[in-house]
């Protein structure tokens, strides 16, 4: 069992950026975000691997060169830099993790409780 916890939503004016984190009680192979904004279905944001040769990470193309994902190994963390967001991003971003790497919500087998974004125009 991975408990997975998430800080650094909040309000931030478009054009602005979030640093979301999220911290997990044990090692998983692969860290993921998804958001879900009011109404509309649970999406894939970005997802990072790690293995003993390589690293994978997915991002979805809204959000390509705008966002960033890393993760520190070393203490179970995963961070997601959003950079020049809009009200289009607004939504309940979710950590999660998993054992394969990929971008549906099905792969992933914990979930955090979700940290509120909210862009404002």
């Known amino acids: 069992q991975v408990q997975l916890v998430e800080s650094g939503g909040g309000l931030v004016q478009a054009g602005g950026s979030l640093r979301l984190s999220c911290a997990a009680s044990?090692?998983?192979?692969?860290m993921g975000w998804f958001r879900q904004a009011p109404g509309k279905e649970r999406e894939s944001v970005a997802a990072?691997?790690?293995?003993?040769?390589?690293?994978?990470?997915y991002f979805r193309d809204s959000v390509k060169g705008r966002f960033t994902i890393s993760r520190d190994n070393a203490k179970n963390t995963v961070h997601l830099q959003m950079n020049s967001l809009t009200p289009e991003d607004t939504a309940v971003y979710y950590c999660?993790?998993?054992?394969?790497?990929?971008?549906?919500?099905?792969?992933?087998?914990?979930w955090g409780q979700g940290t509120r974004v909210t862009v404002s125009s």
């Open positions: 999660a993790a998993g054992k394969r790497f990929g971008s549906s919500p099905q792969l992933y087998d914990y």
């Open positions: 044990g090692y998983a192979y692969v």
């Open positions: 990072i691997s790690w293995g003993s040769s390589s690293t994978d990470i």
